[in-house]
């Protein structure tokens, strides 16, 4: 419920506040004087889009804020679900600075629109000339049999199903579109999986393959020159060796006359050894290598060939032939598992599919019980608007299943006698269609846990006594909800436990939009003015008062 609003920098509102009552609200006021703009700023605090050019003074920033009780609506969740503290009473408040930038706070945490709108519509219902174009709108018209039939248990279960079905369809035409490709790539996968495995690829092989290659095509090159180093080392007159044991001889023979020289024979001895070592490793690595020309063919003929899978298949490296080799074997994997894999996403999409139907079926059931009901207590409350003669039926016929259900039905309508139902669109008049929308309003008022409903002059196009009737409606409405109408009758205003009247104010150098609480003598005289104009007459007053008693 709204307990308070307050508008400033808005339209040609400067600052506005006020405090409606929890019952039934009236607002009039002179044509153009700001009352719809009231209800854009509310708009606004319900998440419509923001424009700058809406600001009073470009200099400065617009503020709406309402504040609203929200104790008793089973919002605790909603709240815990966006993080947002649960006070009660609730403030939320938009800013559009002059820049165009717009901000959302609710209990002055930052929000987003998508979350304002969420919550605006558990808060308020505006009914504006917008609703009776919505009206004639099947997905509108189905919302309204859904409130009407309490199909939310319902609509839950189908829509968890709905998700469900679609996520198991779309999981099994994934993997059925990945298997025909597959198929498709599966001969040619098979040849490269067995060109790779015939080779039976090692990590690292090929830098040991050509290190070994390029011994063999230099091996008697190589032996040669092993041969030359130990006949350097090793010749019996003038071999290295010999010499180097020679020198050392001499320097062992030195050491006897001082220890000076001891340190020179440790390093030439260490020299000496070193020497031998070598000639000794020479030696071995001579044995070692052959000159065989058969292993050079294997090796040449090995590296060839993974040369020329690193070419086919633009690689640098034996490890990256191996993975390859990897992927096309977990490929093939795929393949042999695939129908294995197919037919078990088909039963779960049956199942799916299954519970899909039963889950539309009960919804829609529950919708076709509540057609007659509906339309029944449409009619009825028709008749009581002066519209005796008028008829509503529902045509409905069953679709293939959407986000919404099975059902596709439209509402068909018919004012004047003999004359056959047809969709709402084509055949309502303005007043038949205020008329038609707030019985829809009167009845949806119990079925939808609303805090508060805007009527926006829903009372065009009618006058007298169907005008009276549809106040006292709106007075049973506000038996339970908060009601706000904005009305240009004065049998309607005058059935408010609250008046607010709208005005221009011309007395600064630009019009202001204002509003005030009108007093008992005020509003009797508002109502006059109503009745009979600006100069109301003794009869008019009288009138007046009698609307008022």
């Known amino acids: 419920m709204l307990k308070n609003l307050s508008i400033s920098n808005y339209a040609l509102i400067e600052t ?31 998440g419509n889009r ?39 009473p609730c403030i939320i408040r938009r800013e559009i600075a002059p820049s165009g930038k717009s901000r959302a706070f609710v209990n002055d945490t930052p929000v987003r629109l998508e979350i304002l709108k969420t919550l605006g519509k558990a ?5 504006s000339q917008h609703d009776n174009l919505m009206l004639g709108a099947g997905e509108y018209q189905l919302s309204l049999i859904d409130a009407f039939a309490q199909t939310k248990t319902e609509k839950a279960k189908y829509s968890d199903a709905y998700k469900t079905y679609k996520k198991a369809k779309k999981a099994f035409e994934k993997l059925s579109h990945e298997a ?35 011994i063999l095509d230099n091996a008697e090159d190589i032996k040669s020159k092993i041969n030359e180093s130990l006949q350097l080392l090793n010749g019996e007159e003038l071999g290295a060796a010999n010499v180097l044991m020679q020198v050392n001889q ?19 001895n260490s020299i000496c050894i070193e020497v031998d070592d070598i000639a000794a490793s020479l030696e071995d690595e001579d044995s070692k290598i052959e000159v065989d020309f058969d292993k050079l063919a294997e090796i ?6 993974i040369y020329q899978l690193q070419k086919k298949h633009g690689l640098q490296t034996v490890e990256e032939l191996i993975d390859l080799e990897k992927e096309l074997a977990d490929k093939a994997f795929q393949i042999d598992n695939l129908d294995e894999e197919l037919e078990g996403l088909q039963k779960v999409t049956e199942k799916a599919w299954n519970e899909l139907t039963i889950a539309a079926e009960k919804l829609s059931q529950k919708r076709q019980k509540s057609f007659n009901d509906f339309s029944g207590q449409i009619t009825s409350l028709l008749a009581q608007l002066g519209m005796e003669n008028a008829k509503l039926d529902i045509s409905h016929h069953i679709s293939e299943p959407n986000p919404s259900g099975i059902d596709h039905i439209e509402i068909l309508f018919s004012a004047n006698k003999g004359i056959k139902p047809q969709p709402i669109k084509q055949v309502a008049s303005g007043g038949e269609f205020s008329r038609l929308m707030f019985a829809i309003k009167y009845i949806m008022a119990d079925k939808v846990a609303l805090p508060t409903l805007i009527f926006d002059e829903i009372d065009t196009g009618i006058s007298g006594e169907v005008a009276l009737q549809m106040v006292l ?56 003015k109503m009745i009979a104009g600006a100069n109301p007459s003794e009869s008019a007053l009288k009138s007046a008062m009698d609307l008022l008693k």
Do not use: W
């Open 16 to 46: 506005l506040e006020m405090a409606p009552s929890s019952a039934l609200n009236m607002i009039t006021g002179e044509t153009g004087a700001g009352k719809s703009i009231m209800l854009g700023a509310l708009g606004l605090l319900l």
């Open 50 to 88: 923001a424009d700058t050019k809406a600001l009073f003074d470009n200099s400065k920033k617009c503020i709406i804020e309402g504040v609203f009780e929200i104790g008793n609506y089973g919002l605790e969740t909603f709240f815990e679900e966006e993080d947002l503290d649960f006070e009660t």
């Open 123 to 127: 808060l308020m219902d505006i009914h």
């Open 180 to 214: 025909a490709e597959l198929r498709k790539e599966a001969d040619f996968n098979q040849f490269q999986l067995e060109e790779l495995s015939t080779l039976q690829l090692q990590k690292g092989e090929q830098e040991e393959l050509e290190n070994e290659q390029e």
């Open 250 to 268: 001499v320097i062992q023979n030195l050491s006897k006359y001082s220890h000076r020289f001891d340190e020179l024979k440790e390093r030439f």
């Open 300 to 305: 040449r003929e090995r590296l060839s060939k």
């Open 473 to 528: 409606m709106m007075q049973q409405i506000a038996q339970e909800h908060q009601v706000i109408c904005i009305s240009h009758l004065p049998q309607v205003a005058a059935k408010g436990d609250k008046h607010y009247f709208v005005f221009k104010d011309n007395s600064a150098h630009k019009t202001i939009s204002k509003i005030k609480t009108l007093d008992d003598e005020e509003r009797v005289l508002e109502i006059a």
